[in-house]
């Protein structure tokens, strides 16, 4: 008979066994959690502030602030909790709920990249049928299909970890849950759930990333195009930005998801520049290198400071 009750909760090894590391961490991450709230929070709310702002490029950059904020809430408090615990315990259940958390925001991020994408070359490519092309019912659909498409695919992963059985060594050597460190714990066959998982971060990730590669060739030929200087660098400067955030999204999100995992520590790096540091970049990234951000947040400090 199956034995469901064998193992209840797991035991999260986290950053470090070091008692004297430990609080330097958790200083450490603390900053970084409260950065990325603090910054994600001042986006949304200079862009839903300033009417200048409310435009698709905008619109999208919003929802990526607000997706930053749930990416890193859905991992930060618990592993922060487990840096000053002794037991840094988790129920299998909540473990599970974390890992759907983690796979739904991480692929509604992809998928949001994705029409960013499309977005920046609409702007380049079509600038006088820009507000035709990226109507406001068109924005919404976009973002609901990037949020509908990841929690299914989130759902479907998920729903079949849960008749796994976890009979095994429950110690899982990361600061949290993800399907993939859960697979090696059970008892049961996961080859059919590790076949699903690997198709749906193929094909849910590397789609989204074709499709933003495709949209940047296009980009760069309309670009090319351009007889003027000036016009060249300045539609440059208008995706610098969204290049840089899918560069550090993507390049941290393959190596810790779609690679095997080999217990180094630089695993774990990966895993906390996609998980913590890259949600705190992106306010500052898009902030600093867009004159248009600045200026909205300079008037609202005149207004009412």
């Known amino acids: 008979m199956r034995n469901h009750s064998a193992v209840r909760e797991f035991v999260l090894l986290g950053l470090s066994s070091d008692p004297c590391t430990q609080p330097v961490l958790f200083a450490l991450f603390l900053l970084v959690y409260l950065l990325t709230l603090l910054g994600n929070s001042l986006m949304l709310l200079v862009i839903t502030v300033d009417s200048q702002l409310h435009t698709p490029m905008y619109f999208f950059l919003r929802q990526l602030s607000f997706l930053d904020i749930c990416h890193s809430s859905v991992t930060a408090p618990k592993m922060l909790e487990n840096l000053l615990s002794e037991e840094k315990t988790i129920l299998v259940e909540g473990c599970l709920a974390q890992a759907f958390f983690v796979f739904a925001t991480g692929g509604t991020e992809a998928c949001l990249l994705a ?119 300045k539609a440059f400067s208008t995706c610098l930005s969204h290049l840089t955030t899918v560069i550090l999204f993507y390049g941290s999100g393959f190596i810790s998801y779609l690679l095997p995992a080999s217990g180094s520590p630089l695993d774990m790096v990966f895993s906390l520049q996609y998980s913590l540091v890259t949600p705190m970049l992106n306010p500052l990234i898009y902030s600093l290198k867009n004159k248009e951000v600045k200026a909205a947040v300079g008037r609202m400090i005149r207004k009412h400071f």
Not at 135 to 163: E, F, Y
Not at 189 to 209: A, I, K, Q, R, Y
């Open 115 to 233: 029409a960013m994408a499309y977005d920046r070359y609409a702007a380049i490519g079509s600038p006088l049928l820009y507000s035709q092309v990226m109507s406001n019912q068109r924005c919404v659909g976009l973002v609901c299909i990037s949020w509908g498409v990841a929690i299914v695919d989130a759902l479907l992963n998920i729903l079949l970890a849960v008749g796994l059985d976890f009979c095994k060594d429950q110690t899982i050597p990361h600061f949290s849950c993800e399907l993939s460190s859960l697979f090696p714990l059970s008892c049961s066959d996961t080859s059919t759930n590790f076949v699903l998982l690997l198709c749906s971060s193929v094909v849910h990730f590397f789609g989204t990333l074709v499709m933003i590669v495709c949209s940047y060739a296009l980009i760069a030929s309309t670009i090319l195009s351009i007889s003027s200087s000036t016009g060249r660098s």
